[in-house]
């Protein structure tokens, strides 16, 4: 590319765009979640979550749901595709569970095109399941189970907000 020409999209310089874990333990998963539900960039985001089935995603949406603020049952959506929170501070939560969603009819009707287009924190397990339908994740985070019953999370930040979730997130 020529010095004189700008690239349209820029990342913003020092931030990383991806990063590599390895959590250990479900401490680590916490502590994770911790830093995570400090960062005021959570509020509006979208995170997609990726990994097969045990590999920890489930689990790591309650060390998070419960770092903000929620008590109770957290159940999972896999057959309700969608569990709705509210946070002691307000803020709107909705945790998604595409696996077996197949029926592109069911977005619309089910109302999840505003749910995305208006406020609070989304985070999707299988979201390949909805793809075309979800905007782009603001941070996507991939969780492999190890043989030695560690994981490998990489975490991929697709926008400003996910540059800026990424940065902010303890190492």
């Known amino acids: ?99 077996r969603f197949a029926d592109p009819r069911e977005w619309d009707d089910a109302g999840f095109r505003d749910i995305f287009a208006g406020p609070g924190l989304k985070l999707a397990e299988w979201p390949e399941n909805a793809a075309g339908r979800t905007p782009v994740a603001d941070l996507a985070i991939k969780i492999e189970a190890m043989t030695d019953d560690t994981r490998s999370v990489t975490l991929l930040a697709n926008t400003p907000r996910g540059s800026d979730l990424l940065a902010r997130i303890a190492a």
Do not use: C, N
């Not at 020092?14 to 874990?21: F, K």
């Not at 400090?38 to 489930?58: H, M, Q, V, Y």
């Open 1 to 99: 590319m020529a010095d004189d020409h700008l690239p349209i999209v820029e990342t913003p310089k020092g931030t990383p765009r991806t990063r590599v874990l390895r959590w250990g333990s479900e401490a680590d998963t916490d502590a994770f979640a911790q830093s995570l539900a400090a960062s005021p960039a959570l509020r509006d985001a979208f995170i997609a979550l990726e990994g097969d089935l045990g590999a920890g995603k489930t689990t790591f949406v309650r060390h998070l749901l419960r770092a903000l603020g929620i008590t109770g049952r957290i159940k999972s959506p896999t057959y309700a595709v969608v569990e709705p929170h509210e946070a002691p501070d307000g803020l709107q939560i909705f945790h998604f569970d595409f696996y």
